[in-house]
C-alpha cells in the first residue's frame, strides 16, 4: 500500500513526482540538501525486517550508538549514557545493550 515509498519519500530518498510533503509546517520537496540532511537528523525510518535493518554482528549498544556518532551527539561517555536512557525508555534492561539482535524474540 506504499508505505516504504511514502518513507523514503518523507526521507527524500526517492523524489516524489507530484504533490506536496509538510513536516512541522515547512515543505520539505524544496529543501536544499544541506537542509534536508539537517532534517534528517529528526526522521527515522523502522523496517520491518529486523535481519535487513539490523548488523547480526553489532551488538544493540553499538547499533543504538551509531546514529549519535554519525550525528556528532556528545563525547563517548554522553552517548553511552544516552543509549542505557533508550534502552531504559522502551522498558529494557541496559544489560540488554550486551545482546545481539537475533537474542530478542521476534515480536
Known amino acids: 500500500c506504499g508505505k516504504s515509498t511514502l518513507g523514503k519519500s518523507l526521507m527524500r530518498l526517492t523524489e516524489p513526482t507530484s504533490g506536496s510533503i509538510q ?17 534528517r537528523k529528526d526522521i ?8 535487513a535493518s539490523l548488523n547480526p554482528r553489532m551488538k544493540i549498544k553499538d547499533i ?3 546514529p549519535l556518532i554519525v550525528h556528532h551527539h556528545g563525547t563517548k561517555a554522553e552517548r553511552r549514557k ?3 536512557e533508550m534502552l531504559h525508555i522502551v522498558g529494557f ?5 550486551e545482546r545481539y539482535a537475533h537474542q530478542f524474540s521476534g515480536g
Open 23 to 39: 513536516l512541522k509546517g515547512r515543505e520539505i520537496t524544496l529543501l536544499k540538501e544541506r537542509d534536508m540532511r539537517s532534517l
Open 44 to 51: 527515522q525510518m523502522i523496517f520491518q525486517d529486523p535481519y
Open 64 to 66: 543504538l550508538e551509531e
Open 82 to 84: 544516552r543509549v542505557k
Open 93 to 97: 534492561d541496559p544489560s540488554y545493550g
